[in-house]
């Protein structure tokens, strides 16, 4: 928990959003507001760009929502 949740960091060097519910659990409890979730999730937007998903499936709708 340096700057990021980080999952599997000598592995992948990623955030994994599958372990981020009990992660940002524990942090919550642990920690507080903690500057670590809110970089975890912009990192992830970047990791995982939403509009790749939405050209693949050609889902307008699903982009508008999480606009």
């Not at 975890?40 to 606009?67: I, M």
């Amino acid at each position: 928990m340096q700057g990021h949740l980080w999952n599997g960091i000598k592995r992948d060097r990623l955030v994994w959003l599958d372990d981020f519910h009990p992660e940002l659990k524990t942090t919550a409890k642990g920690f507080g507001n903690n500057e670590a979730v809110p970089n975890s999730l912009d990192l992830v937007c970047e990791q995982y760009p939403l509009p790749d998903l939405c050209k693949q499936n050609a889902d307008l709708g699903f982009l508008k929502k999480h606009r």
